[in-house]
Each structure stands twice: as C-alpha cells, then as structure tokens.
C-alpha cells in the first residue's frame, strides 16, 4: 500500500513540526523502452533459475510488430525493447525492472506502483529539505539513463507538505531563497495538488480537493440511480449502489476519511441521498435506520470498517510486502513498548501514540490502533479475511462510533 505509507509518513512529519517533500514522477513510454538484456541480468540476480529464464529471454526477444489501418498494413519491424503490454506478465516483469529503484538514494523514501513513482522526505528545515531532495533526484537521472529510461519533466511535480498554519511562511521562504528542484537542468513544477494512484494529494493534507472530486462523481451516479428507482427492484439498485457509489467512497478511504465531519459532509449528503433513493422514501426522512435496514455503513462507519480490514491484512501477512507504519503491542506483563513485525499475526491491544495535532491523530499509525483497540478480542482472532470483513461490517452497523478528534 504505497499510499498508507505515503501519507502517514507525510501528516507524522507535519505532527511533529516538519515539512516534508514529494516528487511525484512519470516515466516516458514507460512499458515501451524496457531494455531486454537489463531486463534478463536482472532476473538472474534476483535468483530465478536458468530454465526460467530463458523461457521469459524466448518470450521476449524476436518479437516483431506492424500497423493495420482500414485495409492497409504496415512494413513489420522488429522490437528491441519493451515489455508486452495488456499480458499478465508485463507488469510484473515491469516491476522487477525498476525494484532496485530505491536503492540508488541515499536521503528519501521512494513509494511506487508499476511506472507511479513517489520520492519523499522530510526536515525541519525546508532549505535542507530541498538539498537533500535535489541530491536524490540528481541520483534518480541516473538512475534512469543507466536503465534506459526518461522522466517525463512536463508530466512530473512536487508538493511542499506543510501544516495550514505554516504555508504562507515556508512560501516566503521558498520566494526569498529561490529555492526549486531541477531534473535534467530544468526545474520542476511545485503544485498545490496532483493526483498519485487515484488520490488527490494537497499540501496541508486536508483532502478537500479529493472529497470534493469523490463527491461529484458520485453525485452523478445517484442522478441515474434516481432515474431508474422506477423501473428496477431493490435488489438491483442495491448492485448499482455498491458497483457505482460505494467503489469509488471505499477507495484509499482509510487515508482521506481521517478527517473533520465538515470536510466529509458533501459525502455524507451524497450517500444519504442514495439511501433515500434505494428505500423509496421522501428527501428529509431520517436515514439512521434506512442504514440498518439496507446493511449500509454510512462514510464514518465505512472508514472504521475499511481501515480494521487494512490493520487485521498487515498483521496477518496479506499484502505483498512489509508495510513500515510503526505499530506497536500492548503488553500486560511489562510497562515496555516495542515495534511489531508487520509479518507477525497479532490478536492484542495496541497501544496509541501521543500525536502533537490532529495530523497525528488522521496518521495511519494513530487511527489504525485506534480503530484496532475498540474491535472485540474474538474478531482480532479471526483466522481469515473472509470471516473478519463480515463480523467487522455487522460490528461497526450496530456501534456508535466515537469521535476521532474528540
């Protein structure tokens, strides 16, 4: 999960008084100049066995192309680079190309996802935050060029993370210094926001421009939602809500729905209008128990239930790599503390920072034990996936959420 770990590295930072630094990078015709021959070295020292890899160097090498267009066909050329794009192989081989990415810096964190790139740090002082990341992205070029691949500088920018408080301050510093990032010699566009894996980051992390983007999109859903209540049964408008409205609510909800009731309210009247809509009742009828009736999490409820889900997989190993969000167990025996392995099944306790602000509080490693401590010990236990989710979402149905910020 690159984007739990992004952002809880970012609001921890901006909790303890930092200011951090994101680089986010596109890779030119990323899946197209992948070169074969680094490609195949670097399968064998990952250690995959020979007869496998030289099936993936059949797979790979003399494979040709050509154009078809409204009867007439291009001469076929052969293609010396790239990896087959729309297979199921192509991503994975993509990923091993470019997994030893992080090791060519020495100051920052890198977080990606196939050709989504992230370069992250942080400091207390934004002059050195800005050497450091200039040194790493120095670092990065080449990277690249000794891997046969370009950064798209026009599609590339950062984002100085900073707490609302602080911005009009770090931008006079910025201004008076001339401080800026520069790749390939050219400088780098500082944003406001971008978007990186579907979520829209904003420098004082308050995720309105996200909330605002989720809200639109759903809203229209509920429009043809309210268009075809006549024609269909419930049943179907109960698909259609989870297919339309509920994806894209559910989406990186763990990280944005940390938040304040007035930043979550345009989702909240959204998803109440929906609710309304499917039950067949009038547009001011109270929808508490229209929730219940349609076994529907309400946005609040749904954060609670998603981010449990996210905590019980980290603990018992289901995603694919170690998650480095600092958790750590409470112990009934001593007074210690300690950092949990992320590839160690847990059922206790865990114990809850001491955030400085409300961004330490909206961290993952705050509200993911907070959510965690206030499950019963018996759903902690659950031995799969599959039997947690369910007991989680009746959980949350019948419970009376605390606030956060409280």
């Keep these: 999960m690159p984007l739990s770990e992004l952002s809880n590295h970012l609001q921890t930072a901006i909790d303890n008084r930092s200011f951090g630094c994101c680089v986010f ?212 408008l109960l698909s259609f809500y989870y297919a339309n409205i509920h994806s894209h609510i559910i989406y990186a909800l763990p990280i944005w729905g940390a938040n304040y009731n007035k930043c979550l309210h345009p989702i909240v009247i959204a998803q109440k209008k929906a609710v309304r809509i499917i039950s067949n009742v009038g547009y001011i009828t109270h929808t508490r128990d229209l929730f219940t009736q349609l076994a529907i999490l309400n946005v609040e409820k749904l954060w609670a239930h998603s981010t449990a889900c996210h905590v019980y997989k980290i603990f018992n190993n289901i995603y694919p790599h170690n998650i480095s969000i600092n958790l750590a167990e409470n112990n009934s025996t001593t007074n210690s503390k300690w950092i949990i392995s992320t590839r160690t099944k847990n059922t206790k306790t865990l114990v809850l920072p001491s955030p400085n602000s409300n961004y330490g509080k909206f961290a993952m490693s705050f509200c993911g034990p907070w959510i965690w401590n206030q499950l019963p010990e018996k759903m902690r236990k659950a031995c799969t996936i599959n039997t947690f989710k369910p007991s989680s979402k009746k959980f949350w149905l019948e419970y009376t959420m605390r606030s956060l910020t409280g």
């Design 25 to 236: 990078l596109d890779i030119a015709k990323a899946f197209d100049v992948v070169k074969h021959d680094i490609l195949i070295l670097k399968l064998k020292c990952m250690g995959i066995p020979s007869g496998i890899t030289k099936l993936l160097t059949c797979y790979l090498t003399n494979r040709s192309q050509y154009i078809l267009h409204d009867g007439l066909k291009s001469n076929i050329c052969k293609t010396n680079t790239g990896v087959p794009q729309g297979s199921i192989l192509g991503p994975t081989l993509f990923n091993i190309y470019v997994n030893d990415l992080p090791t060519s810096i020495l100051n920052s964190k890198i977080a990606m996802f196939a050709d989504d790139v992230a370069c992250f740090n942080t400091n207390h002082n934004i002059n050195i935050l800005y050497q450091t990341m200039q040194q790493d992205l120095k670092a990065i070029e080449h990277w690249y060029a000794s891997n046969h691949l370009a950064i798209n500088i026009n599609k590339s920018n950062f984002i100085i993370f900073q707490s609302k408080a602080n911005a009009n301050k770090v931008n006079d510093i910025i201004k008076t210094n001339n401080l800026m990032l520069n790749i390939y010699n050219s400088p780098l566009t500082k944003v406001s926001s971008t978007k990186y894996l579907g979520l829209i980051f904003d420098n004082v992390l308050n995720w309105n421009p996200h909330v605002d983007k989720v809200a639109k999109t759903i809203n229209i859903q509920i429009g043809a939602l309210y268009k075809i209540k006549k024609f269909v049964p419930k049943k179907v």
